[in-house]
């Protein structure tokens, strides 16, 4: 059982910046790809980013390529989704979540199988 716990969220302004940190606990991270995804009421869970074990292959949505970044420390069981010039439209809630061994598609919400409580994320114009 992987234990994976979301924090950095809070309030920020449009242009700004924001570290959002998914840290596990329980059983390592492995050498599962993990995942952030994104929700706001009403609608469907999104996908954000994702990045392999080794951290050499990341990729991301078409709205958040070039303002965010997806790391990871092994050695700390810490997946780090970096934030920047923020937008309103970023405003929701994140998750991060570890890809099964065998996933397809990274893109995929079902390739995954744990996932974290979620950290806020508001972004004012």
């Known amino acids: 059982q992987v234990q994976l716990v979301e924090s950095g969220g809070g309030l920020v302004q449009a242009g700004d910046s924001l570290r959002v940190s998914c840290a596990a606990s329980g059983r390592t991270l492995g050498t599962n790809a993990m995942g952030w995804f994104r929700q706001t009421p009403g609608k469907e869970r999104e996908f954000v980013a994702a990045?392999?074990?080794?951290?050499?292959?990341?990729i991301y949505a078409a709205s958040v390529k070039g303002r965010f970044t997806i790391s990871r420390d092994n050695a700390k069981n810490t997946v780090y989704l970096q934030m920047n010039s923020l937008k309103p439209e970023d405003t929701a809630d994140y998750y991060c979540?570890?890809?099964?061994?065998?996933?397809?598609?990274?893109?995929?919400?079902?390739?995954?199988?744990?996932w974290g409580q979620g950290t806020q994320v508001t972004v004012s114009s």
């Open positions: 979540a570890r890809a099964t061994t065998y996933a397809s598609s990274w893109y995929n919400q079902w390739e995954y199988d744990f």
């Open positions: 990045i392999s074990w080794s951290g050499s292959n990341t």
